[in-house]
Each structure stands twice: as C-alpha cells, then as structure tokens.
C-alpha cells in the first residue's frame, strides 16, 4: 500500500511515462494513463507474492482477442511464470497472451522492440524500464517505492554472478552462522532440524544469500525453466547476458527425522547436474552444494573433471561464535 506521498510521486512518474508510450503507440494520452493505473497495482501484488521475478510485457495497441487472451491478475501471472514463461502481450484493456519474444533477457527485450517497433516494459522485481519502438530504455518506475530513481541495487561487497562460487564459499562464516538455532535440532549431536524439511531449508537460504550478494543476476528457486522436465533447486540468470547457471542442493549428516546421507548423497547430486547440462547444453555450468553436517568431514575429489560442472561441501558449524572464540 503506498503512502499519500508515494501516491503523489507515482501520480506524477505515470503521468510522464503515459506521455512516452502515447507518443509511440499514437494513443490518447489519458486512456495510457488509465492503463498504467490499472498495470501497477497488479504488478505490486504479483512482487508482494512472489518476489523478485522478471517478466517482458510488450505493449499491443490493438486489442487481443478474447478467444486467446485471459485479464491481468497475479493469479494468472503466476500460472505462467512459475512454469518459466516469462514474455507476454499485453492490450488497453489489460488482457495478455503470449508472444513470439524468446525471452525477458534484456537485450533480448531491446532487440525484440528495435525489430518489430513496439514498446516493451521489462520487469525486474519492483523496478520497471520502459523500452521504445527504438530498442533503448527511455523510462524508469519503482512500482513499490515511487521516490526511487534508479534500479535496485544490493550490497556494495556484492560479487558478479561469474563468482558464485565466492560467495558459496563466504554463506558458512557470513549467513549460516547466525542460524544455528534454525539448523539444528541437537548441536551437541550434531542433529539437523527435520520440521522444515533439512534441505528445503538449506536451498532457500542459499537462495537467500546469493540473491542479496550478486548483483548482475537475478537468483529463482524452483522453477525449472533451465531443466525442462525437473524443476531445478536455484537457477542463476545473467542480468546483461542471459547466462544460466543450474544449483542443485543437497545435504550430508543425520536429520530429527532419522533421515541420514553420506558422500554418495553428493555423487548423487553431481549425477543429477550431469543430466540437466546434457539436456541443457546452453547453460554455463552446473553446481551441486552439500551441506555438511556429519560428525567428521571427509576429503572428496571427482576421479576426473567433468566438463561445466562445479561442486562445493559447505560445513555446517554447530558451535555459537562465543564458543568458536572460546575452543580458539
């Protein structure tokens, strides 16, 4: 819900954008603006579900027919982007289908708009960037918070997706250490917590962390877009360049359930990954991350390298940082 301050900035930022598309599209300036006062809020509720999601809406003057067409929700939305289709059509009378466009990358967005002359908004999140029949992006708008003027940014010690595997590496000392008490059931057994199911957990955690501290991609769970027929735990997406990076998650040790894996739950993970690269040539590489959480860590090398393929043991410590301090 925005304040009556952000209504006015919103008021004021809609009302330049209308103009944008008005002057594009050749359409009465009001009927844009009474669109885009229906767009906004269902593209709020859609982020206020479901997070920082990235969609295309290509911008139809001409209304789409019925027959192929169903009204913008975020129910509906939904439906669609969470099976990993992600390009829509959208009318004056926010009805939307489905378009030719190959994918919500953005110079993909660009391109689409330089070739065919339509205007295009590409949604990341809360950030929308309004693209013109020129290809170039001409306009901003923060959907959820007006007053902002550029696009979301995250930490300043945030890595490029290319270090990934960096910023697995800092999870353990910098995130995972202040959940202990979500990790474990019995830290002096070193029992992992079985109600939240141990590696859904583990998954959105590391979802989590790689969404706050790479700031050139865009970090989904579940939703299988690379992979096709599994849905794959984290897919890593290239902002600028449309590089997929595949994250498969897996854990070792003993759970509250009496659930227990070993290192073959690892090979496991890496066999799996295998699958998804043989059917996903395209993507960058693949990566399996094993939690550890047994009672004595054991050394693990591949007998030979497997092309695009990475792999990380992250160990899950069950000792307080006083008691770390104190053990030295």
């Known amino acids: ?9 919103a008021e004021k930022k809609i009302k330049s954008i209308s103009a944008n598309i008005a002057g594009q599209l050749g359409i009465p300036e009001i009927a844009i603006h009474t669109w885009m006062e229906g767009l906004f809020p269902v593209l ?7 997070g920082s999601r990235q ?11 019925i027959s192929d067409s169903e009204a913008l929700n975020a ?7 969470s099976r990993g289709i992600e390009c829509f059509q959208i009318d004056m009378a926010l009805r939307f289908s489905l378009t030719d466009l190959d994918n919500s990358e953005i110079v993909t967005v660009s391109d689409y708009c330089y070739q065919n002359k ?10 929308s960037h309004l693209y013109n029949i020129e290809g170039r992006s001409v306009a901003f708008y923060n959907f959820v918070h007006p007053e902002v003027r550029t696009r979301t940014r ?35 057994k070193r029992i992992l917590i079985a109600n939240r199911q141990t590696e859904k957990m583990l998954q959105t955690f590391l979802a989590k962390w ?31 360049t449309g590089d997929n990076i595949i994250i498969e998650v897996k854990w070792m040790g003993e759970n509250a359930s009496s659930t227990s894996f070993d290192i073959e739950r690892l090979e496991e993970g890496i066999r799996q990954v295998c699958t998804y690269l043989e059917r996903e040539p395209s993507a960058l590489e693949g990566c399996v991350v094993c939690y550890d959480g047994r009672q004595t860590t054991t050394e693990f090398f591949l007998d030979e390298p497997i092309a695009r393929l990475e792999y990380r043991i992250v160990w899950l410590e069950s000792r307080s940082g006083s008691q770390i301090g104190a053990e030295g």
Not at 44 to 50: A, E, I, W
């Open 44 to 50: 709020q509720d859609f982020y206020s579900r479901h």
């Open 118 to 127: 339509v205007p295009a908004l590409h949604v990341l999140g809360e950030d």
């Open 55 to 65: 969609l295309a809406l290509v911008i139809s003057k001409t209304s789409l027919p």
């Open 210 to 240: 790689l969404d706050e501290n790479i700031h050139d991609a865009r970090v989904v769970s579940e939703v299988g877009k690379i992979s096709g027929v599994d849905r794959t735990d984290i897919e890593l997406t290239g902002t600028f």
């Open 1 to 9: 819900m925005l304040s009556k301050i952000d209504i006015m900035i």
């Open 154 to 188: 995250t930490g300043i010690n945030a890595r490029s997706y290319r270090d990934y595997k960096l910023v697995i590496d800092e999870q353990g000392p910098k995130q995972l250490i202040s959940k202990i008490d979500e990790i474990w059931h019995d830290r002096n």
């Open 75 to 81: 129910t509906a939305l939904w439906n669609f982007v």
